[in-house]
């Protein structure tokens, strides 16, 4: 049984501030910056402000992996964006993204900077900038955009409604977890099937749908996501867990998924990314932060 009282919601909705949860202090039911505060500016032709979550690591793996193919122009300085602190609330972040999100690029490679935000609209923008990850081809891109299309719709029930009611919330609501768990086991079983008659999510071809999902699904079926592995049962799907293993073997998406990142093992935190070598340094560090003294 749900632990939470009956609610009967009011005729109109007034913001409680002291609404609980772990995120209660930054969320509000208003846009726009709390303080101003500028963005820093490296040297290479992208920048991006962000975090090591699955959004943020998407876009981390995706740059990894052009510079892996050899394309210099993907280049970039990875910002550090503390969004439990309320960094994405400045007034230079939400110049780059109104809506105070992670992950947010800005391309300076050009006469005019562009701004892009949203990550599903990042990692469209670098494809088609570098040729790579996209397929050409009608029926492939279709494919291939439909489920990344589907990743962006699909993983707010994933974190927003299971991670949150399940991991978050300030009480447990029997209601919502099941909802919620309920929705997120039918995703994996729509990937499951999916993968189990193709080796990536578009088909033969790795592309930008592997990196937009493997972060989400890929994690929740390694049991990483919200301690919800086992309530998950997500050792039922094998084909996820074959394909999730691929993936992370591939070099770029290792280096990708330690950029920004605040937590786990210290040797897979590189808080800010501004050269290649910043991972051999960060390894280092950490290793000799780790050893024992004396």
């Not at 699955?54 to 876009?59: L, Q, R």
């Not at 086992?230 to 039922?236: C, M, Q």
Request: aromatic share 12%.
């Amino acid at each position: 049984m749900s632990d939470a009282t009956p609610y009967t919601p009011p005729k109109v909705w007034t913001w409680n501030q002291a609404n609980g949860g772990q995120f209660a202090n930054i969320n509000r039911p208003v846009s726009g910056a709390t303080h101003e505060k500028a963005l820093p500016i490296g040297k290479h032709p992208m920048q991006l402000y962000s975090l090591g979550t699955p959004n943020g690591i998407k876009v981390t793996i995706m740059l990894e992996e052009l510079l892996a193919l050899g394309h210099s122009g993907a280049e970039y300085d990875a910002w550090l964006v503390r969004i439990r602190d309320g960094h994405q609330f400045g007034s230079g972040f939400v110049e780059v993204n109104p809506n105070s999100k992670i992950p947010a690029l800005m391309d300076r490679s050009g006469p005019q900077p562009v701004r892009v935000f949203e990550s599903g609209a990042i990692l469209m923008y670098l494809a088609e900038k570098f040729g790579a990850f996209l397929p050409t081809d009608m029926a492939q891109r279709a494919e291939c955009l439909s489920w990344l299309f589907w990743q962006m719709g699909s993983a707010p029930y994933l974190g927003g409604g299971f991670g949150h009611f399940y991991a978050y919330a300030p009480f447990k609501i029997e209601y919502a977890i099941d909802r919620f768990a309920m929705e997120v086991k039918r995703q994996l079983d729509v990937l499951n099937q999916r993968l189990a008659d193709h080796r990536f999510i578009g088909g033969d071809t790795y592309t930008i749908a592997d990196m937009a999902i493997w972060p989400w699904y890929g994690a929740t079926a390694k049991g990483q996501m919200y301690e919800g592995g086992e309530f998950l049962s997500v050792h039922e799907y094998t084909h996820v867990l074959r394909w999730t293993d691929e993936v992370a073997q591939r070099p770029a998406v290792q280096r990708g998924r330690k950029v920004n990142r605040v937590t786990g093992p210290l040797v897979d935190q590189l808080h800010e990314r501004h050269d290649a070598s910043d991972f051999d340094t960060q390894t280092q560090d950490k290793l000799s932060a780790a050893k024992p003294a004396g």
